[in-house]
């Protein structure tokens, strides 16, 4: 049977923790199925550890429709949310519709936005067109260069209630998601508390709906330091599909992510 943001939404609703990994292939795409990840998210982190980029800011829209294509292939039931890539939507909610269509039509059930109060209009806008939206708050990849690098949001005070009145305002204007990357777990607690749609967390603690990984992170196979919100899950298995399973039954049962992976 095809999952489905409605199914999501209950299953959720139910308090079942969901688990999300990122994927970027066909291959990978039918692994994760059969292993019982519940959203594949085609992310723009493609651009770090398959394009060799610094950044997210150098993916282009053609790009996740070509990864977004290679993942709907690969998965028959998956439901699948693709990022659109820096660039493609902030201009205004008609450039997100069309770069948002542009992914939806190669394969993706939903597509993915950063930023918050600004992106209420644009959220808006693409979900009363027929366009389920994931808003993304906290930790803004593709805001690097006005963040100053990849640090925790959320943690004053003012930040705090800020982000929590930004995904108050999302919700409200039709996200059907919120993901919330690198803030403290009290924070994304209190905004899981609040909201009717499902949150996913990245570093956000585990009171989220949902967690998701970067697929090579779980792998272990990212170069360079592992951050504090990621958990190698090859060590201890003997496969990649082992190593996934190991992550879905981690995620199911809340014992991932540990304090030791939470700010
Ligand atoms: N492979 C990969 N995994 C990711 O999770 C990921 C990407 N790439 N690319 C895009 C962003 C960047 N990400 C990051 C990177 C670092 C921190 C982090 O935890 N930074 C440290 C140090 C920050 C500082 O210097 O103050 C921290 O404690 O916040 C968080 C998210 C998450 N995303
Ligand atoms: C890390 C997740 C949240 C993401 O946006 C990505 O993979 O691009
Ligand atoms: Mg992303």
Do not use: W
Request: hydrophobic letters at 50%; one cysteine or more; charged letters at 15%.
């Amino acid at each position: 049977m095809k999952t489905t943001l409605t199914t999501l939404q209950q299953r959720a609703a139910q308090g079942e923790k969901l688990a999300v990994l990122t994927c970027y292939d066909a291959t990978f795409a039918t692994l994760l199925e059969a292993a019982g990840v519940d959203i594949l998210l085609v992310g723009d982190s493609l651009g770090m550890v398959l394009q060799g980029q610094h950044s997210t800011l150098p993916v282009s829209l053609h790009d996740m429709a070509y990864h977004t294509a290679a993942v709907a292939r690969g998965a028959t039931h998956s439901f699948i949310i693709a990022d659109l890539p820096f660039g493609s939507y902030q201009a205004s909610p008609a450039q997100a519709l069309r770069s948002a269509a542009a992914l939806m039509a190669a394969g993706a059930h939903c597509v993915k936005l950063e930023g918050g109060a600004v992106m209420v209009e644009t959220v808006a806008f693409l979900s009363a067109r027929g366009i389920p939206v994931c808003a993304h708050l906290g930790l803004l990849p593709q805001s690097v260069n006005a963040l100053g690098g990849y640090k925790v949001q959320g943690k004053t005070d003012s930040a705090a209630q800020q982000l929590l009145a930004d995904a108050q305002a999302l919700e409200q204007a039709g996200a059907c998601m919120v993901l919330m990357e690198a803030v403290p777990a009290a924070l994304a607690k209190a905004v899981t508390g609040t909201l009717h749609v499902p949150t996913i967390g990245i570093g956000a603690g585990p009171d989220c709906s949902a967690q998701v990984l970067v697929l090579h992170d779980m792998l272990g196979i990212t170069p360079g330091k592992r951050t504090r919100f990621v958990k190698n899950f090859m060590e201890g298995a003997d496969s990649i599909q082992a190593a996934v399973n190991a992550y879905v039954q981690a995620v199911k049962s809340g014992q991932f992510p540990a304090p030791e992976h939470c700010f």
